[in-house]
Structure formats: C-alpha cells, structure tokens
C-alpha cells in the first residue's frame, strides 16, 4: 500500500492516490471556481459603481459579504473550512452593522473587520491554490480557478495597505482619494496595478515598508504566473505522453 495513504472529506475516509487523482466527492461536491469567479467580477465591478451612485460608506463590507458567501459554497470541501468561513462572514456582518449603528468609523472596529476579511481571503487563496496545484487537473475549472487565485492574491495585498495607511505606516502620493471611508477603492487599483507590472504612476507609494509590499507583490505576481503556465505545461505534457 505504498503510495496510498488516508483523507477524511466531509467525514469521510477515502485513499488518496499518489498521483494526486481528484477524489470523486471532492470533483463533485468541491472546488467550483465559477461561482468564486462570478463573485471576485461582481464585487469589483459592484465597489466603483456605489461610489458613483453614491449608496454609502457600508456599501463595501456589504458586497464583501456577498462575495464571501459565495465562495464560502464554492470552496466548501469539508465541514470545518465552512463553518470557519461562516464564522468570519458573521463577524464582518457584524463589524458592518456595528459601524452602522454606531454612525462613525472606529479605527478598532475597522481594523477587526479588516484582519477577518484577510483571514477569509487568504484561507480562499490557499484552498484554491491547493485544489489547483496538488490535484492537477487541466480543464476550464482549473483555469477559472488560477485567476481567482491572482484576484485574490491582488485582493489581499489591497487590504494589506489599507492596513499599513489605516495606522499611518503607508502613504500614498497622486490620483488617490483622500476620504478614508472611499481610499480602498483606489488601494485595490493601484494594488492590481503593482500585481500586473503595469506601472501607469498615477498612485505612487511612500515610505520604505510600503514600496517593501509594493515590489514584493510585483515579484510576486510575475512569479505566479510563471510557476502556473509552466505547471499547466507540465501537467498537459504529461497527460499526452500518457495517452
């Protein structure tokens, strides 16, 4: 039985194959990434259209609360990462009705509902992540999935500065909102922006621990990209020879 040794999925003990074959249940019930996709498109999309339509400062958590539902369904292969992913879904639904109430908006409070919306994002990136890169299985799925990871990756490194500039260790210098209830919005741009080596410079960073994040999620996204084209080569090369 060398090779083969036990995974428990949703109760269940089944044989994971050494050849990372993809368990049935798991082809089944798990790892659909056009929802995560469906929902990363809608958020992005749903974020400028309520600045310009002027819906209010909670429209933000409320729509990352929407996304993460969604994933939460999408990326669900076993009972303990859905509860953990309810669990932080309650707790930014609870730090947005909190700052409603309370009409004003409480560094503390905000810092909370941050650090939970980076749990939940890097929990999402590392479940996708892992059914993509472990399993390895080319198809349409697999290759949504890649691109939610870099959404992702993008997503992350934005709640990143806003976390640096929230307790003044981050500045940024250009075509960036000064409000602090709207700045995240420019953050996720200019966070794509650095992910993609675009390099427009409307939004430049200031300050040493920033342009630290800044360069490191340039090489970052460059090294993504490489390490998932060459794994996706290898994967169809080897599926060919196979065959």
């Keep these: 039985m060398s090779g083969i040794r036990r995974v428990k999925f949703k ?13 049935p249940i798991i082809a089944r019930h798990g790892g659909n990434f056009w929802y995560l996709f469906a929902g990363l498109i809608f958020t992005f999309l749903a974020l400028p259209l309520s600045r310009s339509l002027g819906v ?39 730090i947005s009705v909190i700052n409603y109430v309370v009409n004003e908006l409480n560094p503390i409070v905000e810092l909370i509902g941050l ?23 080319v198809d349409l799925n697999s290759l949504i999935g890649a691109f939610c990871v ?15 500039d929230l307790y003044g260790l981050a500045t940024f210098s250009g075509n960036i909102n000064a409000n602090e209830q709207e700045i995240f919005l420019d953050l996720l741009y200019f966070s794509f922006v650095t992910l993609a080596s675009l ?13 630290t994040f800044a360069y490191l999620e340039a ?6 990209l490489a390490v998932m084209v ?3 080569v290898g994967v169809y090369s080897n599926k060919h020879r196979q065959e």
């Design 11 to 23: 109760g269940v003990y089944m044989k994971e194959i050494e050849k990372h074959e993809i368990p």
């Design 56 to 94: 209010g400062r909670y429209s933000m958590t409320f729509l990352f609360s929407l996304f993460m539902l969604v994933a939460i369904w999408s990326l669900s292969v076993s009972r303990r990462i859905f509860q953990l992913g309810a669990l932080l879904v309650m707790g930014i639904s609870s």
């Design 115 to 137: 650090l939970l919306m980076l749990i939940f994002c890097s929990l999402s990136c590392w479940i996708a992540a892992r059914n993509i890169f472990i399993w390895h299985k």
């Design 150 to 164: 870099y959404l992702l990756l993008g997503l992350i490194w934005a709640l990143l500065y806003r976390l640096l």
């Design 199 to 211: 390099g427009y410079g409307d939004i430049a960073p200031i300050g040493g621990l920033v342009r």
């Design 219 to 224: 090489v970052i996204g460059q090294f993504y």
């Design 230 to 232: 060459a794994s996706l």
